[in-house]
């Protein structure tokens, strides 16, 4: 038993191996860079500024040195600097990491009563059984991104119970302020 978990292990270290190797590789392919970008921003940048900053960003190093520098930033739990927020990259993660596992956890214990439910359904009613079969499959058969947007039309544009979009950030709402993210019921996260 001992000997088939690690053996597991192994096998998902070498996938996700692979796989960021391949992810990684696909994103450095692309055509066009950070610095492009820069000089097409600053006119005055010359040359001699791009290869400056090259080498101080490690753009100047082989392709398997620029990726094991990546990744063994990504094991320390450095993800990089978001040019969009201005902070480090984490500080944008972590908060919404939050988020994501409530959402996972609301999503599997409804999974697992309405999955369990049916089942039960279906093995004590015999005619019911094809019903439950039949549930199932269409239930893994939809389109995961399809249904989610016809959650949020039905739970938040028509019913208004949900949020559209993000959920507020602890605090956000106050009674003195009447934010329309503020306004549906009872729902503080």
Do not use: K
């Amino acid at each position: 038993m001992v000997g088939l978990v690690l053996g597991r292990l192994g096998q998902m270290v070498v996938t996700l191996v692979i796989v960021s190797a391949l992810v990684w590789l696909a994103m450095d392919l692309m055509p066009g860079d950070p610095l492009d970008l820069a000089m097409l921003s600053d006119p005055a940048m010359g040359a001699a500024d791009v290869a400056r900053m090259r080498a101080l960003h490690g753009l100047d190093q082989p392709l398997y040195q620029r990726y094991l520098a990546w990744a063994g930033a990504v094991l320390r739990g450095d993800f990089g600097y978001s040019r969009l927020y201005a902070v480090r990259a984490a500080q944008v993660l972590w908060p919404a990491l939050g988020s994501t596992l409530v959402l996972l956890g609301w999503a599997l214990a409804l999974s697992a009563v309405l999955g369990i439910g049916a089942g039960v359904w279906g093995a004590v009613r015999r005619g019911a059984a094809p019903v439950a079969d039949g549930a199932a499959i269409l239930a893994q058969s939809v389109p995961s991104f399809w249904l989610g947007i016809m959650f949020i039309i039905v739970f938040a544009v028509g019913l208004g119970w949900l949020p559209a979009g993000a959920a507020p950030r602890p605090g956000a709402c106050s009674r003195r302020r009447a934010s329309w993210r503020c306004r549906w019921p009872r729902w503080r996260w």
